[in-house]
């Protein structure tokens, strides 16, 4: 199998957005955040509560594309359909500065009386478009 792009930290980044996600899915639809991580791992989480789930994942990619952090994710709620059959998803978009694409990641889940719990290990699901400015013509950041 091929690697994954992104460091480590972007990865653990990309984790840590997942669970969060669940655990905000146990409180209902998940509202669509950010979370940047500047170079000494400082974290900081943004919601963008909206009309629409589309349009709260259009102020997140709006709001790190502004972002200096190096590193950036965007989670929000949706489906994945696997061989087993479609589930309700957190999906998180992570990407990093020196990545010509995000990577995009998903932890199924279903609702078990009162609770959220997660099913089975999170998925990589591919590449996808950008979060952090990327030149269009080289499709590598600005430089």
């Known amino acids: 199998m091929a690697e994954i792009p992104g460091s480590d930290q972007l990865h653990a980044l990309a984790l ?5 996600g669940i655990a905000s899915a146990g409180h209902g639809p998940v509202i669509p955040f950010a979370v940047e991580e500047d170079s000494e791992g400082r974290r900081s989480l943004t919601r963008f509560p909206s009309g629409s789930l589309e349009e709260g994942i259009v102020h997140a990619r709006g709001h790190v594309h502004a972002s200096s952090a190096p590193r950036v994710v965007v989670c929000f709620d949706g489906y994945v359909a696997v061989e087993e059959g479609r589930f309700d998803a957190v ?13 995009s990641f998903f932890q199924r889940y279903r609702s ?32």
């Open 16 to 20: 840590l957005a997942l669970d969060h």
């Open 91 to 103: 999906w998180v978009m992570a990407h990093e500065v020196g990545m010509a694409a995000s990577v």
């Open 112 to 143: 078990a009386d009162a609770a959220v719990e997660a099913v089975g290990n999170a998925g990589y699901a591919g590449e996808a478009d950008p979060l952090l400015p990327v030149d269009p013509a080289t499709r590598m950041p600005p430089g």
